[in-house]
Structures are given as structure tokens and as C-alpha cells.
């Protein structure tokens, strides 16, 4: 690497780290806001974990930047609910799950002794704590929004088009020029031109480069019909793709060798275009069905993390290759980052894209992440305040006495076990990321 693609390279992945932190800053901000909104006594807000390297403290809250910035909190009173009774009870087994439950019990009971109970977080009704859990994530959602609304309607989207045309049709795939007595092109006689955006083939809208590459490929001799886009009005275009005779490339793109050593070649339709992708400006109403794309395939990820984390070990620690679509550490999409901004063959405006959108699918998956029903997740306390509420309703409507704050204290062992899990995952992606990463090019 030259060293101005080094110094490209790390001032992508400072761009990123800081993109990360005001994403985690504004998601513990979301949290901040509606607990003092709603009467919390909010003891801490912190980016970062560790000693404090710089702090201030305004009304009950010290707000602070710690060294390892892997991610932030706020420190809010009374997270936990103390016994029904109102004192503590010994505890009468000395398992570890049991002393877990009694430490946090205690860590909580004595926070409250200190700050007052009287502004305590388990003081506030179901759906209020429902609110302040769900204000981080759902910064994060917006944020994803904004950044999407940028990409599509100030950017656009990749959009197949005709990146080059030929005016004839070439003999061989190792053939470059045209000849005398070569075919008129398809391409030529049916009036596609260099920059037309392909918006649909034959009816089919979720074009790739790929996909209408193979539709030509498959329609020697038969009519395909073409929607395209040129200096800005739609306008419909028939080709026929003629046969001709192609190399076959193999899946890393190399050719294909016959067993006596010679090229294997294969006859398929052709028209005589190169097939790019082009930036297109697309209308507000496409940023909602785009974020939505993202939180589904998040979602996804997230519900086959299991076999894609022994894909990830199988890739790390043996011969198995990394998968393009594997998950990543932080570490990996900022390597990605830095190796966008590092690459001389990409226009300055494809590589601000790509960093916007990395950006904003980590904010979708920040959002989808901390949704899930597990604590020490946000979604674990949701689904914590709705079950109380469901109790605390059923008990009313049936004239029993009010059950009072559920007790999350009982599911410490459990989110012990979810802690441990996602730094076991965090560690194997990092080393992964590290020793065998996803190449971003293919």
C-alpha cells in the first residue's frame, strides 16, 4: 500500500469509529431523555466503558467519555425491583445462581439506599418503562432512516444499466475489435445506448448485473423486452440476443480449462453490452420499503446466527472459506470501510455511498439487535414491563391483589449466560475478522 492509501485507509476507519460513537451516543441519549422525562434519577451517562478520562456532572447526572469505546450505558436507579416485602432476605442457598440473584438484589436494594427510592426506574408504570427501554433502539431506527433518506433520494440507487455497448457482434469472448463482415450487434440494431438504466426485463424489476447477464445468455433468438430509463423518461426497447460462442468462467471469475488444457467454451445468446450499475435518484416512498429490506435480512442474520457462527470458527480456526455474507465484528466493517477509502479505482462519490451504507445498516442492526426479548438487551426489559403489565391487569380484572414490579432479579443466571454468549461471539468474529476476513471486492 502507498502511504496515501494508508493515511485513505485509516481516515475511513476514523470516519467510521466516529460515525459508531455518535450512534451509540444518541442511542444512551434516547434512554437519558425519557427516564428524565419521566422522573428517573439518572446517576450516569457514559460512551465507553471503563475509568473515567474526562467527565462533568450536571444536576444528578455525571455525564463521561471512557477508554475502551465498545459501546455505552446510562446508570439508572432501582433497575431492579426489591423483594415484595421490602427487605432483603438472606440467602439460604449458597449455589452460584442463587448468590447471583441475592447480589444483584443487594447491588440494586443499596444503589436505592443511597439515590432514594422514591425516583426509582421500577417505580414507573409498564408502559412508561417501556418507552425509556425502547427510546435507544428506536434512535437507532431513525438514524437508519435518515441515512437511507440521504443514500436514495440525494444519491440514488445502484441501478443495472448499460455500462458499454459493441456495434458488432464479437466472434470469440478473446476477441476485442470489430471486423469486417462481423453481425451488426443487437445491442446497435435495436437502439440501446452507453448510460441507459435497465429499470425491468421482461417484467422482472430486481434486476442484477447477474441476472440480466443470464437472461441474455438464456434468450439466444428470442425477443426480450427491455425497460429503460434515458435522459430521464422511460421508454420500452426489444432485443433479440444472437448466438455466440463465449468462454465459461468458473465461480471466481477465472476460465474454465477443457482436460487436454483448452479453453471450454459454450454457445449462448449475447447482445453486445456491458452490464454496470448506475446511481438513480428514487423518491422518498422507497426509503421506508429499504429500511425495511435491511431490518428483515437483520432479523434474518440474527435468527441464523448459530449455523453462520460455525461457519465463521470453521473459517478462522480451519481451511473453510469466509463466506461474503458472514457476520462481522465492528473490526470487520471497519476494515471494510478503511479499504473503501483506500481503493484508488473507486470515485470518491461510490466510496462516501458505501460508507453511508455500511453506516446505516449498522444502525438497523444496532435497532434489531437490542430488540431481541433477552436481557441484559433492551428488548429483555420490554418484555419484562409487558409481562408485569399483563399481571398486574389480569390481577385487577379478576379483583386479586396487585402482584407489584416483577422481580427480573430471578433471571440474572439467564442474563449471566447471554452476556457470556455475546462476548464469546464478539471475541470469535474480531479473531476471524482479523485472521481471515471477508474480502470486500469478492
Same mark, same amino acid.
Not at 22 to 50: C, D, M, N, P, R
Not at 78 to 107: C, E, H, V, W
Not at 191 to 214: E, H, I, P, W, Y
Not at 374 to 392: C, F, N, Q
Given at each position: 500500500?502507498?502511504?496515501?492509501?494508508?493515511?485513505?485507509? =485509516?481516515?475511513?476507519?476514523v470516519?467510521?469509529?466516529?460515525?459508531?460513537?455518535?450512534?451509540? %451516543?444518541?442511542?444512551?441519549?434516547?434512554?437519558?431523555?425519557?427516564?428524565?422525562?419521566?422522573?428517573v434519577?439518572?446517576?450516569?451517562?457514559?460512551?465507553?466503558?471503563?475509568?473515567?478520562?474526562?467527565?462533568?456532572?450536571? %444536576? *444528578?447526572?455525571?455525564?463521561?467519555i471512557?477508554?475502551?469505546?465498545?459501546?455505552?450505558?446510562?446508570s439508572?436507579?432501582?433497575?431492579?425491583?426489591?423483594?415484595p416485602?421490602?427487605?432483603?432476605?438472606? &440467602?439460604?442457598?449458597?449455589?452460584?445462581?442463587?448468590?447471583? +440473584?441475592?447480589?444483584? #438484589?443487594q447491588?440494586?436494594?443499596?444503589?436505592?439506599?443511597?439515590?432514594?427510592?422514591?425516583r426509582?426506574?421500577?417505580?414507573?408504570?409498564?408502559?412508561? #418503562?417501556?418507552?425509556?427501554?425502547?427510546?435507544?433502539?428506536?434512535?437507532?431506527?431513525?438514524?437508519?432512516?435518515? &441515512?437511507?433518506?440521504?443514500?436514495l433520494?440525494?444519491?440514488?440507487?445502484?441501478?443495472?444499466?448499460?455500462?458499454?455497448?459493441?456495434?458488432?457482434?464479437?466472434? @470469440?469472448?478473446?476477441s476485442?475489435?470489430?471486423?469486417?463482415?462481423?453481425?451488426?450487434?443487437?445491442?446497435?440494431?435495436?437502439?440501446?445506448?452507453?448510460?441507459?438504466? =435497465?429499470?425491468?426485463?421482461?417484467?422482472?424489476?430486481? !434486476?442484477?448485473?447477474?441476472?440480466? @447477464?443470464?437472461?441474455?445468455?438464456?434468450?439466444?433468438?428470442?425477443?426480450?423486452?427491455?425497460?429503460?430509463l434515458r435522459d430521464?423518461?422511460?421508454?420500452? &426497447?426489444?432485443?433479440?440476443?444472437?448466438?455466440?460462442?463465449?468462454?465459461?468462467?468458473?465461480?471466481?471469475?477465472?476460465?474454465?480449462?477443457?482436460?487436454?488444457? $483448452?479453453?471450454?467454451?459454450? /454457445? =449462448? %445468446?449475447?447482445?453486445?453490452?456491458?452490464?454496470?450499475?448506475?446511481?438513480?435518484?428514487?423518491?422518498?416512498?422507497?426509503?421506508?420499503?429499504a429500511?425495511? /429490506?435491511?431490518t428483515?435480512?437483520?432479523?434474518?442474520? +440474527? &435468527?441464523?446466527?448459530? /449455523?453462520?457462527?460455525?461457519a465463521?470458527?470453521n473459517?478462522a480456526?480451519?481451511? /473453510?472459506?469466509?463466506?461474503?455474507? $458472514?457476520?462481522?465484528?465492528?473490526?470487520?466493517?471497519?476494515?471494510? +470501510?478503511?479499504?473503501?477509502a483506500?481503493?484508488?479505482?473507486?470515485? =470518491?462519490? *461510490?466510496?462516501?455511498?458505501?460508507?453511508?451504507?455500511?453506516?446505516g445498516?449498522?444502525?438497523?442492526?444496532l435497532?434489531? !439487535?437490542?430488540?431481541?426479548?433477552?436481557?441484559?438487551? *433492551?428488548?429483555?426489559?420490554?418484555?419484562?414491563?409487558?409481562?408485569?403489565?399483563?399481571?398486574?391487569?389480569?390481577?385487577?380484572?379478576?379483583?386479586?391483589?396487585?402482584?407489584?414490579?416483577?422481580?427480573?432479579?430471578?433471571?440474572?443466571?439467564?442474563?449471566?449466560?447471554?452476556?457470556? !454468549?455475546?462476548?464469546?461471539m464478539?471475541?470469535?468474529?474480531?479473531?476471524?475478522?482479523i485472521? #481471515?476476513?471477508?474480502?470486500?471486492?469478492?
Amino acid at each position: 500500500m502507498t502511504p496515501e492509501s494508508v493515511l485513505l485507509f =485509516v481516515l475511513g476507519v476514523v470516519v467510521f469509529i466516529v460515525g459508531l460513537l455518535v450512534s451509540i %451516543g444518541l442511542h444512551e441519549l434516547g434512554h437519558l431523555t425519557f427516564a428524565k422525562l419521566f422522573g428517573v434519577k439518572v446517576t450516569q451517562y457514559s460512551l465507553g466503558f471503563g475509568k473515567a478520562i474526562w467527565s462533568f456532572r450536571r %444536576g *444528578d447526572t455525571e455525564y463521561g467519555i471512557r477508554p475502551i469505546l465498545l459501546g455505552g450505558y446510562i446508570s439508572m436507579v432501582g433497575m431492579l425491583a426489591p423483594r415484595p416485602s421490602g427487605k432483603p432476605s438472606p &440467602i439460604t442457598n449458597t449455589g452460584f445462581y442463587s448468590a447471583m +440473584i441475592q447480589d444483584a #438484589r443487594q447491588a440494586s436494594a443499596e444503589q436505592i439506599a443511597v439515590e432514594g427510592d422514591e425516583r426509582a426506574f421500577y417505580r414507573l408504570r409498564p408502559w412508561k #418503562r417501556m418507552i425509556v427501554m425502547a427510546a435507544g433502539p428506536v434512535v437507532n431506527l431513525v438514524i437508519g432512516v435518515l &441515512i437511507f433518506g440521504v443514500l436514495l433520494c440525494g444519491f440514488g440507487a445502484y441501478t443495472t444499466s448499460i455500462a458499454a455497448t459493441s456495434a458488432c457482434v464479437l466472434p @470469440t469472448s478473446a476477441s476485442d475489435e470489430c471486423a469486417a463482415g462481423d453481425a451488426v450487434s443487437p445491442a446497435k440494431a435495436a437502439g440501446l445506448r452507453q448510460g441507459d438504466v =435497465v429499470l425491468a426485463a421482461n417484467g422482472d424489476t430486481k !434486476l442484477t448485473s447477474t441476472s440480466l @447477464t443470464t437472461l441474455f445468455q438464456e434468450s439466444a433468438g428470442k425477443r426480450v423486452d427491455l425497460t429503460i430509463l434515458r435522459d430521464g423518461s422511460e421508454r420500452h &426497447i426489444d432485443v433479440t440476443p444472437t448466438l455466440a460462442t463465449r468462454n465459461v468462467l468458473k465461480t471466481d471469475g477465472t476460465v474454465a480449462k477443457n482436460k487436454d488444457g $483448452s479453453t471450454k467454451t459454450e /454457445q =449462448v %445468446g449475447v447482445v453486445g453490452v456491458s452490464i454496470g450499475a448506475t446511481l438513480v435518484r428514487q423518491s422518498p416512498a422507497t426509503v421506508l420499503p429499504a429500511v425495511w /429490506q435491511q431490518t428483515e435480512a437483520s432479523a434474518s442474520l +440474527i &435468527i441464523n446466527l448459530p /449455523q453462520r457462527l460455525v461457519a465463521v470458527w470453521n473459517a478462522a480456526f480451519g481451511a /473453510q472459506e469466509r463466506a461474503a455474507d $458472514s457476520p462481522v465484528s465492528v473490526v470487520g466493517v471497519g476494515r471494510a +470501510i478503511g479499504t473503501v477509502a483506500s481503493e484508488s479505482g473507486i470515485p =470518491v462519490v *461510490d466510496k462516501i455511498y458505501t460508507i453511508l451504507s455500511l453506516l446505516g445498516a449498522l444502525n438497523i442492526g444496532l435497532f434489531v !439487535l437490542n430488540m431481541v426479548p433477552l436481557l441484559p438487551l *433492551d428488548g429483555g426489559h420490554i418484555a419484562g414491563a409487558i409481562w408485569e403489565a399483563i399481571k398486574r391487569n389480569t390481577a385487577r380484572l379478576f379483583g386479586r391483589r396487585d402482584p407489584g414490579p416483577i422481580d427480573l432479579a430471578k433471571l440474572m443466571p439467564l442474563t449471566f449466560g447471554v452476556v457470556i !454468549l455475546l462476548g464469546g461471539m464478539s471475541l470469535l468474529l474480531i479473531y476471524a475478522d482479523i485472521v #481471515r476476513p471477508v474480502s470486500v471486492f469478492g
